[in-house]
C-alpha cells in the first residue's frame, strides 16, 4: 500500500486526540489499533504525527502567513490539518508538493471538512508557491525569538535554557529537542546477555547494536510497528528504558540482601534495573501513588520474573505515617522525582505545551518534601540517588546544594547533569548521590 489519504488521516487523528489532552505517545496506539499499517507506514506516521506536535509554533506561523484567517481563529479540526500539510512541505523532503497537498485535501473531503476541502487546498498550494519563491514569515532580528519559532519552543524556555547553559550550548539543546528519539532496550541479565540476545534480533532482522559505557544496553537502528512484538518481550528478555535512564539504578550500587526504596517507582523500569542487579535477591519496595502505573508495574514484574520488588500504593511524602518502622530501615533508596521532563521533549513531543514556569515552581516545592520526608528512612551510612529527567537547575542541583545546607548529616558524594544534546542519542538527565551519617 502506498503512502496515502489513510496514513495522513491517521495522523490527523492523533493531533486531534493530543489537542484534547491525550499524551501523544499514548495518542499514537490508539490510532494505530484501528488500522493495520506496515512497519514503513507507521514510521511516516510517527514522524508526521510527532513532527506536527514539535513544530506547532512554527507551523501556526505558516498558517498566518497563508492564510487570511490567523490559526487562532480558525477550527481546531481545520488548523491540524493545515499543520499536517504544512509539515509535509516544510520538513519532509522526500514528499513531492502536489502529494502531500492533494492527500491532505483528501483527508478533508473525506472527514466533516469537506465543506473546507477548499480552503484546505487554497492555503497549501499557497505556501507552496511561496516556499518556491522562497517568501518566508518575517521573524524577529533577536536571536532567542528567532530560535524560539524555527525551533518551534515557548519563549520563556529558551530564554531559560540560554540562561542555564549558555547561548551557543542552548541553542544546541533547543534543536536537540526535535530530534528523532533513540529506542533503547536495557537486557535482563538474569535471563540473557547482550550478544546472545543481539543474534536473536539479527536472526529477525532487526538492526540493533550494544550502547557503549552501558552494561546492558541495546539501541534498536529502525522504528518496530510494536515495541511488544520484539523477540524475547513476553519472555522477559528486555525492557525499553532510555540509555540515560539505564545510568541511574546502578549508582546505587544495590547489594544482594540489602532493603532498598523506590520511592517514586511506577512504571517500574528502575525498580526492575535495581532487582536484576541484586540478582533478585534483595528486599525492594516501590511505593507510587498512582494505581494504574502501580498495575504497569506489576505487569512487568511478572513478564521479567522478578520476585524481589514488593508494591505499594502511598504518598511517599507520607511514608513515616503510614509505617513508622520505616524510619531508619533502608539502605539505599532511589527518589526519581517528578519533575518538569525538560530532558524528555524529543521524546515526549506535546510536554513543551503544557509547561509553565509555575508548574516547575510547584514541582520544586513537592521534591523538596519527598526529600524532607523520605531521608529519615534511610539507615545510618545508608545511600540516597535523587534523579530527575530535566535540565533545569532549580529542580537539580540548586535543589539539593540547598536541601543538604539544611541538613547537615548528608553528604553530597557526587552529582551528573547529563543535556540533551544533537550529539546525544538519549534523554537529558540529572543525578545526585547522597550518603548519610548520623551524629549519634
Not at 420 to 436: H, K, Q, R, V, W
Request: charged content about 25%; hydrophobic content about 40%; aromatic content about 8%.
Amino acid at each position: 500500500m502506498s503512502i496515502g489519504y489513510l496514513q495522513r488521516k491517521a495522523a490527523w487523528e492523533i493531533l486531534l486526540k493530543v489537542s484534547y489532552g491525550d499524551f501523544s505517545d499514548h495518542a499514537l496506539e490508539k490510532v494505530l489499533r484501528n488500522y493495520q499499517f506496515n512497519p514503513l507506514d507507521i514510521a511516516f506516521i510517527t514522524e508526521l504525527s510527532f513532527g506536527c506536535i514539535r513544530y506547532r509554533k512554527l507551523l501556526d506561523l505558516w498558517t498566518d502567513h497563508t492564510s487570511k484567517i490567523i490559526h487562532k481563529k480558525q477550527p481546531p479540526k481545520l488548523r491540524w490539518l493545515l499543520h499536517i500539510g504544512l509539515y509535509q512541505l516544510l520538513k519532509m523532503d522526500k514528499i513531492p508538493f502536489p502529494a502531500a497537498i492533494s492527500t491532505t485535501v483528501e483527508v478533508a473531503k473525506k472527514t466533516d471538512l469537506k465543506g473546507l476541502a477548499g480552503t484546505v487546498n487554497a492555503i497549501l498550494r499557497n505556501a507552496s508557491r511561496k516556499l518556491d519563491q522562497e517568501i518566508f514569515p518575517k521573524l524577529s532580528s533577536d536571536r532567542k525569538e528567532r530560535i524560539s519559532y524555527l525551533e518551534s519552543l515557548p519563549l520563556w524556555l529558551v530564554n531559560d535554557i540560554y540562561e542555564w547553559v549558555g547561548n551557543s550550548e542552548g541553542e544546541n539543546i533547543v534543536k536537540a529537542f526535535n530530534k528523532k528519539p533513540s529506542i533503547d532496550l536495557r537486557i535482563n541479565k538474569l535471563k540473557t546477555n547482550l550478544e546472545k540476545f543481539l543474534k536473536v534480533l539479527y536472526e529477525n532482522k532487526i538492526d540493533a547494536e550494544i550502547i557503549r559505557d552501558l552494561n546492558n544496553g541495546i539501541t534498536l537502528k529502525s522504528n518496530p510497528r510494536s515495541i511488544k512484538n520484539l523477540p524475547g518481550y513476553s519472555d522477559g528478555l528486555w525492557t525499553i528504558q532510555d540509555r540515560s535512564s539505564q545510568w541511574v539504578a546502578p549508582l546505587l550500587n544495590p547489594k544482594e540482601g540489602e532493603k532498598i526504596l523506590d520511592a517514586c517507582a511506577a512504571p517500574g523500569s528502575k525498580s526492575t534495573h535495581l532487582a536484576e542487579l541484586t540478582n533478585d535477591n534483595a528486599e525492594i519496595l516501590a511505593v507510587d501513588r498512582s494505581a494504574k502505573r502501580l498495575k504497569i508495574l506489576q505487569s512487568n514484574l511478572e513478564r521479567l520474573n522478578l520476585k524481589s520488588v514488593n508494591t505499594f500504593k502511598a504518598d511517599a511524602t507520607s511514608l513515616i505515617e503510614l509505617n513508622p518502622k520505616f524510619i531508619s530501615y533502608f539502605d539505599k533508596i532511589l527518589l526519581d522525582a517528578p519533575c518538569s521532563g525538560i530532558g524528555t521533549f524529543s521524546r515526549n513531543p506535546d510536554s513543551r505545551w503544557s509547561l509553565s514556569k509555575e508548574k516547575i515552581k510547584s514541582l520544586t516545592l513537592l521534591q523538596e518534601k519527598l526529600l524532607e520526608n523520605i531521608f529519615p528512612l534511610l539507615k545510618n551510612d545508608g545511600t540516597l540517588v535523587y534523579s530527575t529527567c530535566t535540565i533545569c537547575p532549580d529542580e537539580n542541583n540548586l535543589l539539593i546544594e540547598r536541601f543538604i545546607e539544611k541538613n547537615k548529616a548528608l553528604k553530597l558524594v557526587s552529582q551528573k547533569q547529563i543535556l540533551p544534546t544533537l550529539e546525544n542519542p538519549g534523554d537529558g538527565f540529572y543525578s545526585a548521590i547522597i550518603s548519610y551519617k548520623s551524629e549519634e
